[in-house]
């Protein structure tokens, strides 16, 4: 048996979990309706809550309308903010813990959208923590909540739990074999959706796909995390299937990709983000396969750090395109060696 094939984190294909619960005020009309006084008194007055009943979280919150919006994009290419958050950039605010791990969108489509994330497959752990966290604010605030239907959300589907939970793996193997499709069309009889998460026009590059459940209504918490679970399984069952596959078939040609991937990002003067993308797939596949020796943790790190915002914030300076490019280089290169 190979290496991989024992990891109890899924192979090793798992990047990261999120669970988010959408929540909206009983007094309040939803943000779309909501005037832009209110909107922002509403950030000031959660987040002044927060701040004195989380006594192990160091939070700041950032208000759209005084943050720069290079600043805020980098949120948005981690999934931690959305880009409905954005577009409300006269009411919308976001409060992050000091981990980033911890992100409060306040006046997106609903009043509080609450989510944590974590690497690999720990969707409990998270759910547990942010339960935690939606009790603070219920103590504090009166939720729209209905005896029948659950809590009330600006979007239908999200009505009953107000939970979406979702888990990004990584599927290169599945990928190649042009397998998704079928998957997709499997899981949503389910009630579970599958996206990738970085996309060129409808094509995904870089192999990376997000899982998440479509409905919350009729369904408790525990049901939609087991449910997505299993889902999730059955995906790395087939990813493995298919790895397998590959690795008796061409093994010489698997390799070749893998190394080829690593001179290029040990030795490019200038990446553009899709080639890096695409590369890190590669290259996390071999990680993956114990084909070749490299902390996934690093290459999980760079697959945030390498987007154009992220980089901008991380270096702490702004960049054109062509320097943008030579930087993201110079940072990979530097993360390899």
Not at 138 to 163: Q, R, V
Not at 298 to 303: A, P, V
Request: proline share 1%.
């Amino acid at each position: 048996m190979n290496s991989w094939e024992d990891d109890k984190e899924g192979l090793g294909a798992v990047l990261s979990s999120k669970v988010l619960l959408a929540r909206n005020f009983s007094n309040l009309p939803f943000p779309n309706k909501l005037n832009y006084i209110k909107g922002r008194e509403n950030g000031k007055e959660v987040y002044n809550v927060l701040k004195n009943e989380l006594d192990n979280e160091e939070i700041t919150l950032y208000e759209i309308w005084n943050t720069k919006e290079e600043f805020s994009k980098q949120y948005l290419e981690r999934d931690l903010i959305s880009k409905e958050l954005l577009k409300n950039s006269d009411k919308g605010s976001f409060i992050l813990n000091k981990e980033e791990d911890l992100s409060i969108m306040i006046n997106e489509k609903d009043h509080i959208n609450l989510q944590c994330v974590s690497d690999g497959l720990k969707l409990e752990e998270i759910f547990e923590r942010v339960t935690v966290i939606d009790d603070k604010i219920e103590e504090n605030f009166d939720y729209a909540f209905d005896e029948t239907l659950g809590y009330l959300t600006a979007s239908p589907e999200n009505i009953g739990t107000g939970m979406k939970a979702s888990v990004v793996l990584h599927l290169p193997a599945l990928s190649m074999s042009e397998e998704i499709n079928n998957i997709s069309k499997r899981l949503g009889k389910l009630g579970i959706a599958i996206k990738g998460v970085h996309l060129d026009g409808t094509k995904v590059f870089g192999n990376l796909y997000r899982i998440f459940n479509k409905v919350s209504l009729g369904l408790t918490e525990e049901n939609i995390i087991n449910k997505l679970k299993e889902a999730v399984w059955s995906i790395i069952i087939e990813e493995n299937k298919f790895r397998e596959i590959l690795l008796s078939k061409c093994r010489h040609e698997l390799e070749d990709k893998i190394y080829r991937a690593y001179g290029i990002l040990k030795y490019a003067m200038i990446l553009d983000f899709k080639e890096s993308i695409e590369l890190l797939s590669n290259l996390r596949l071999g990680a993956e396969l114990s084909i070749i020796n490299i902390d996934k943790g690093k290459l999980d790190k760079l697959f945030i750090l390498i987007t154009n915002s992220s980089l901008q914030n991380y270096l702490k300076k702004s960049l054109d395109d062509k320097e943008i490019k030579y930087e993201r280089a110079k940072l990979v290169k530097e993360m390899l060696t």
